[in-house]
């Protein structure tokens, strides 16, 4: 089991940027893949980015592609999402998630992913 701490959302104006942290310990990092979700009030959890710790391959849902970018650094056992040009519409709980690296394992489904955060709140103001 991995423990995911998130941290960094708050409130910002429209087109401004945040930069979201999820930290993790328990097993073996460096084998997992982790992804960002969010999930607005009554709407379904909607995937926005996910990276290969091992490899470092990386895919984007397309209502972030261009805006949204994550990586890793394994040394601190973290993940980062930079979101851009915030809208909206990207307000939601962001939520990060661990998962097995298998390879085919569809990165974008909420199922792959065994371990979640308790999600931080990202409010953008119009």
């Known amino acids: 089991q991995v423990q995911l701490v998130e941290s960094g959302g708050g409130l910002v104006q429209a087109g401004g940027s945040l930069s979201l942290s999820c930290a993790a310990s328990?097993?073996?990092?460096?084998?997992?893949?982790m992804g960002w979700f969010r999930q607005a009030p009554g709407k379904e959890r909607e995937f926005v980015a996910a990276?290969?710790?091992?490899?470092?391959?990386?895919n984007y849902g397309d209502s972030v592609k261009g805006r949204f970018t994550i990586s890793r650094d394994n040394a601190k056992n973290t993940v980062y999402l930079q979101m851009n040009s915030l809208k909206p519409e990207d307000t939601a709980v962001y939520y990060c998630?661990?998962?097995?690296?298998?390879?085919?394992?569809?990165?974008?489904?909420?199922?792959?992913?065994?371990?979640w955060g308790q999600g931080t709140q990202v409010t953008v103001s119009s």
């Open positions: 998630a661990a998962g097995r690296d298998i390879v085919g394992a569809d990165t974008t489904t909420p199922r792959t992913y065994g371990d």
């Open positions: 328990g097993r073996t990092f460096a084998t997992y893949v």
């Open positions: 990276i290969s710790l091992r490899r470092g391959s990386t």
